[in-house]
């Protein structure tokens, strides 16, 4: 009997010295309460986005180009690059975010802003996200459905209320008929207004990707 007793006590106490993930909510001291509270503890439970400081997330902070994409290259589960030639001049192979730009490059997701830029610490707009989103999914569809036809989509109008979708960039239209519209994955800034070419937040930007992946 007695041993019985010490056997699971030792159980018990095995359980209680595992190692479980760490809550973001013990992490990060400034997103308690914040609008986009679900989709950070979500993102960083996923391993696809981190903290500015290891306190920090800095959820109204806005999101660089590098750091989007490096989160989208992330939900990809970081594949192998295939071009290790550098594409851009300002994308060095020691920093953080190179097999990310270089994969979204090799795989039409995302695109320098002038010749051989990427310009990786400026920020991303909302309608850049569309673009990277829009992109991802015929991306990800033959991995997961080798040999399926090709698919394409019904890209509906945007919603009669939103008063300035004339200031949508004409090479992210149908991204944001798809995010608007079809997916609704980005909603207005405003109940009128999408507001294209604002910058988005590291709370927004990880709201996106979880509307995205629908969890």
Not at 52 to 66: G, Y
Not at 67 to 75: N, V
Request: proline share 7%; aromatic share 14%; glycine share 4%.
């Amino acid at each position: 009997m007695k041993q019985k007793v010490a056997l699971l006590l030792a159980l018990l106490l095995c359980l209680c010295t595992l190692s479980f993930p760490v809550q973001a909510q013990a992490v990060f001291t400034d997103i308690e309460g914040h609008w986009g509270e679900e989709s950070i503890l979500w993102a960083y439970e996923k391993g696809l986005v981190n903290g500015v400081s290891p306190t920090k997330f800095a959820p109204n902070a806005p999101m660089t180009r590098a750091e989007f994409i490096t989160l989208a290259y992330r939900m990809a589960e970081g594949p192998e690059i295939t071009n290790t030639e550098p594409f851009f001049t300002d994308v060095p192979e020691t920093a953080f975010y190179f097999q990310a730009v270089q994969w979204a490059e090799e795989n039409n997701l995302m695109h320098g802003r002038g010749y051989r830029e990427f310009l990786p610490n400026s920020l991303i707009t909302r309608e850049e996200i569309a673009i990277v989103l829009h992109q991802y999914v015929f991306y990800e569809y033959p991995i997961k459905n080798p040999g399926a036809p090709y698919f394409s989509f019904d890209y509906p109008d945007y919603p009669e209320q939103y008063t300035d979708t004339a200031d949508i960039s004409e090479h992210a239209d149908r991204a944001m008929r798809w995010a608007v519209g079809l997916f609704k994955i980005l909603s207005g800034k405003t109940p009128t207004t999408l507001n294209p070419k604002d910058t988005a937040t590291r709370a927004e930007a990880v709201t996106f990707i979880k509307r995205f992946r629908n969890e």
